[in-house]
């Protein structure tokens, strides 16, 4: 059974910034794409930020430029350094791992999620 540990949510003011932590498996972290979804209440899941195993990064227009994912492999953690917050920013976020086997069969899977709220 894959598990994660997800940490860093929390209140913060417009402009300020947080790190959200998603640690897991050592074969979840060298062989998946990780990644980093949200969901605002009333809408759809959407994707936040995905990264590769050789760390090509992927990033929704909405958070390019202020958001950075990152892995360290040693720890088999991924992180999402979250900067110049605003309001709309306001979700629950998820840790993700996506791989698609060579037989074309997708692997999926979510953390619990933590609260990310920006509020003044």
């Known amino acids: 059974q894959v598990q994660f540990v997800e940490s860093g949510g929390g209140l913060v003011q417009p402009g300020g910034s947080l790190r959200l932590s998603c640690a897991t498996s050592?074969?979840?972290?060298?062989?998946?794409?990780m990644g980093w979804y949200r969901q605002a209440p009333g809408k759809q899941r959407e994707l936040v930020a995905t990264i590769t195993p050789v760390d090509n990064t992927n990033y929704a227009d909405s958070v390019k430029g202020r958001f950075t994912i990152s892995r360290d492999n040693a720890k088999n953690t991924m992180y999402l350094q979250m900067n110049s917050l605003k309001p709309e920013d306001t979700a629950v976020y998820y840790c993700n791992a996506n791989w698609t086997s060579p037989a074309a069969t997708t692997f999926t899977y979510w953390g619990q999620g933590t609260q990310v709220t920006v509020s003044s």
């Open positions: 050592s074969v979840i972290s060298s062989v998946y794409t």
